[in-house]
């Protein structure tokens, strides 16, 4: 080990002894600071601003736009001009006959160069290590642990960086061809994850080659043993080359043996690799606070509850519209979709089947081919993306194995374990496309506990769960590319008939009323009320003036106000209403603590106020009010808000303050909590009234869903997926303390050391 310091110190001497080692420490100093400084300074206009902060951690260092994933970005210029003389010098100047000839392995002369590299990218290191300081000096509650892989990922960087660059250097004598060799070697290993993904064992090797992107999952503070291990084994796999080049020209050996042994360490390094890319064998740290990279606790109690083997089977249609995230090409990057899934199952088997069928979702075909047969359109579309039809079954073929009519022929999982439980993971018609968490987790956790059967009453003019009409329930209830639709939260959706001798089935959770129309008959009416006696919960909602939904909600001691909610506001109808979750509302789901914090409201138009005006043995919790900064009253007498200006007319009955639009009621039947949720208005929630007609600010009304679902089944579903609220959300700096920094990190410390260094050099020079 002696031998090897010595010679990364001297090393390092004619490193700092020439200007490259210094103007590029400048450099780095300068730009980083700069980065920095405004990452901070974005922070503290947050602050300012009175909307507040958060993950500030995060956002200085560890987002996707911070600071570590700057450095990321334009550290691959520096790292060549560094290695760039570490061995093309010896063998240029002549020395690296010295070297042969003296008592020194070729293996110690290349960890020497090694080390004094890791030595230079620790300095580079300690210049981030100033911006952590002043982290740690001015944000509340520095989340430390997560800028710690930050730093580990982007030394990794640089070490990995720095033994590529040695090992171009080991072999030219030219600086400048050893330089653009290694920009040219880092560029190849960026775009491996390209090369060959079409080929099932190559793709998961190439994939693992590449290193682009490989710091993101650390620098976001989650430390994975095969990003780490990915580093030590490039690392150990170029110094290895390294040495048997300076071996081999000091051996003299034969071309197939230098060869050879080359092929092996890159095979070995390939072989180590792809086993340390299988999910069986990788560990994860979150070293963030708030474990968001982290499957939450909710979830990872549903995955272990998992037992036995599971499979996920994606079927791609090369006709869908969505084909193209599923293609050979793209199969690594889509397993990235569940790698939070696979982390705490590693077991699970994915698969993927291809084939083509007439989609739901993909007109564009009948323009692009008309009057063309399906297999005649499949071929048009492989020869598109270079893709071998032969890979994919025909229709016949794939009704053979699997009818995907039900799921329109679309891009579509279906997960089946190993006890024959079944069900489909979708993609959805919004910007996200892919399942988040709560819409996976729902999917396994209707496989390890019954989830609500919720019916939807009809046959007295109720809101449907089937058909396009604006009024009916179809989206959030039925629609399987809604996100946010129940059947996609993990419950069970159908309709319920209570005509003739049909009953309530004992499966069902919740009945949703949604604006009857008609009267029930005597007889369908006794099969509610015990089902209503016996605790059963129920979601209604209706308009107001409706004189049966006004009887039936009477039934729990709930009336509403005369006429309708009116608000006026500029170029909007008076009856557009805007309403915010209550403070009590935060105790039923998480969603409405959310709205409050998001300054999220719900639109409602033609609405009722609802008020408890008996006791009926129900406890009353309001969940939606109307804001308490606009005028609102109930309107008795206008009906045209458009040509018509809405006063407040106290002899008429009319009156001005706030107004409860959704109720909760909760009573003790037995041992069991009833729990009825009463909407002021029935279009709130339906297909059309999801967007209410407010220019300014956008409603958050598909909210009211998962709020009022997740209280009615006791919390089961939608599945919890919030997370703890950072704690890293105040900076103790002012605007004119950001400047000193600036001109601390952008002036003084690069000066210093450009005066350092021209004293340094200048003294050298004169020796």
Request: proline share 4%; glycine share 6%; hydrophobic share 45%.
């Amino acid at each position: 080990m002696r031998r090897i310091y010595k010679i990364a110190k001297a090393e390092l001497f004619t490193l700092f002894y020439s200007p490259i080692a210094w103007m590029i420490l400048v450099v780095f100093a300068f730009q980083t600071g700069m980065a920095f400084v405004e990452h901070l300074q974005e922070a503290v206009r947050a602050q300012a601003t009175g909307w507040g902060n958060s993950f500030i951690t995060a956002g200085i260092f560890s987002g996707p736009r911070g600071l570590f994933a700057s450095v990321q970005n334009y550290l691959y210029l520096y790292m060549p001009l560094l290695t760039m003389g570490l061995m093309s010098r010896e063998l240029s100047s002549g020395s690296i006959k010295l070297l042969y000839s003296s008592p020194v392995t070729s293996s110690q002369i290349i960890r020497g160069k090694f080390l004094a590299m890791m030595t230079y990218s620790f300095m580079l290191i300690g210049v981030l290590m100033v911006y952590v300081v002043i982290g740690l000096c001015t944000v509340d509650n520095f989340d430390l642990p997560s800028v710690w892989s930050g730093l580990l990922a982007i030394y990794l960087l640089m070490c990995g960086y720095a033994a590529i660059g040695l090992f171009m250097s080991s072999l030219t004598s030219y600086q400048v061809v050893a330089a653009l060799g290694t920009l040219v070697l880092l560029a190849a290993l960026s775009y491996m994850n390209k090369i060959w993904q079409d080929i099932n064992f190559v793709r998961d090797i190439t994939y693992w080659l590449s290193i682009s992107g490989r710091c993101n999952e650390m620098i976001n503070g989650l430390i994975c043993s095969e990003d780490v291990l990915y580093f030590v084994i490039v690392v150990c796999m170029f110094l290895a080359l390294s040495i048997l080049k300076l071996q081999a020209n000091r051996t003299h050996a034969s071309f197939s043996r230098v060869w050879g042994q080359y092929a092996l360490v890159v095979v070995c390094a390939m072989m180590l690799g792809y086993a340390t890319s299988r999910p069986i064998l990788m560990a994860y740290y979150d070293a963030t606070e708030t474990k968001r990279n982290t499957l939450t606790p909710n979830s990872q109690e549903i995955m272990a509850k998992l037992e036995g083997g599971m499979t996920i089977t994606t079927y791609v249609n090369l006709l869908d519209r969505e084909y193209y995230h599923g293609i050979p090409a793209q199969v690594n990057e889509d397993k990235e979709r569940l790698k939070q899934y696979i982390r705490f199952k590693p077991e699970t088997k994915l698969k993927y089947v291809y084939y083509y069928d007439k989609p739901s979702n993909n007109p564009r075909l009948n323009f692009v081919y008309p009057k063309k047969s399906l297999a005649e359109m499949a071929k048009g579309e492989a020869n598109i993306r270079d893709l071998d039809i032969d890979l994919f079954l025909t229709p016949k073929e794939i009704k053979k194995k699997i009818d995907l009519s039900g799921e329109g022929n679309t891009f579509v999982r279906l997960v089946e374990r190993e006890n024959g439980q079944k069900a489909w993971l979708r993609i959805y018609d919004d910007m996200m496309k892919f399942p988040s968490e709560a819409e996976v987790s729902a999917v396994f956790k209707r496989m390890v506990m019954k989830l609500p059967r919720i019916a939807f009453l009809e046959g007295h003019g109720e809101r449907k769960i089937e058909g396009e009409r604006i009024r009916d329930y179809t989206m959030f209830s039925s629609v399987k590319t809604f996100r946010y639709a129940l059947t996609n939260q993990g419950c069970d959706v159908e309709t319920l008939d209570l005509s003739g001798d049909k009953q309530i089935p004992k499966e069902v959770d919740i009945i949703v009323i949604a604006d009857m129309k008609e009267k029930m008959d005597s007889l369908q009416k006794k099969k509610l009320d015990a089902y209503i006696a016996n605790g059963g919960n129920l979601v209604i909602t209706l308009k107001p003036g409706s004189e049966i939904m006004e009887s039936f909600i009477g039934e729990f001691g709930v009336k509403t106000v005369p006429g309708q909610l009116v608000q006026p506001k500029q170029d909007v109808a008076a009856n557009v209403v805007m309403n915010v979750p209550t403070e009590a509302a935060k105790a039923l789901a998480p969603i409405y603590e959310s709205m409050l914090d998001r300054r999220q409201w719900v639109g409602t138009v033609i609405s009722a106020g609802l008020v408890m005006a008996e006791n009926k043995g129900y406890k009353a919790i309001p969940v939606l009010q109307t804001v308490d900064t606009m005028k609102t009253w109930n309107e008795v007498q206008t009906i045209d808000f458009v040509n018509d200006s809405a006063t407040v007319d106290a002899a008429a009955g009319e009156k001005q303050g706030v107004y409860t639009t959704a109720m909760a009621l909760t009573r003790k039947v037995g041992a069991k909590e009833q729990r009825i949720m009463i909407i002021g208005d029935a279009d709130c929630i339906s297909n059309g009234g999801m967007t209410p007609p407010y220019r300014r600010y956008g409603a958050a009304n598909f909210s009211m869903i998962p709020g009022t679902f997740h209280w009615l089944s006791y919390g089961t579903v939608p599945v919890d997926v919030s997370r703890p609220r950072s704690s890293d959300n105040e900076i103790s700096l002012a605007k004119d303390s950001v400047k000193a920094v600036r001109y601390g990190l952008m002036g003084v410390i690069p000066g210093i050391l450009l005066i350092g260094s021209a004293i340094l050099l200048i003294r050298r020079k004169r020796k």
